[in-house]
């Protein structure tokens, strides 16, 4: 039986089609293909958002790579080709966006963030610090908890149903 699954299991391994891309091209020029990747590695694909266009697989990075080969070969020097991309899809492809007031919040919003935090750790700890932890006070417990709450500590039987709310 071990064998026939072993056997049934290569069948099916061994039928099934590849799933393998195609290679993507490379530039005729390796000069070109370095500064493509040079440049892409400034930009963020649009997909993934968290990876940089060279190193993304996504189809719309092939496509904006291929747009950017192009544009290379049609003589357009780095800062043409980033602000042709900027005006396309605005600065959030770039990975270093610039310092304007559109973008503020973006390059401060985490120096805000980590302040507002400190700020309220400061309250959290100076509350908790004036707070009085009393934890041996027994004059708010009448004399009958204090009895049902040690007949519960010690496991003894008690003649009615302690019942804790």
Known sequence: MNKILLWLFLALTLTTPLQANEAVPMAEDPV???RLVRLSDDLRCLVCQNESLSGSHADLAKDLRREIRGLMKAGKS????????VARYGDFVLYRPPVKPT????????FLLLVGAVFGLLIF??????APVNLTDSASLSDEDRQRASRILNDEPSAEKDVLL
């Open 103 to 110: 973008t503020w919040l973006l390059w401060g919003g985490p």
């Open 32 to 34: 070109l293909e370095a």
């Open 78 to 85: 780095d800062a043409e080709i980033l602000d042709f991309m």
């Open 125 to 130: 700890v100076r509350r908790r610090a004036k």
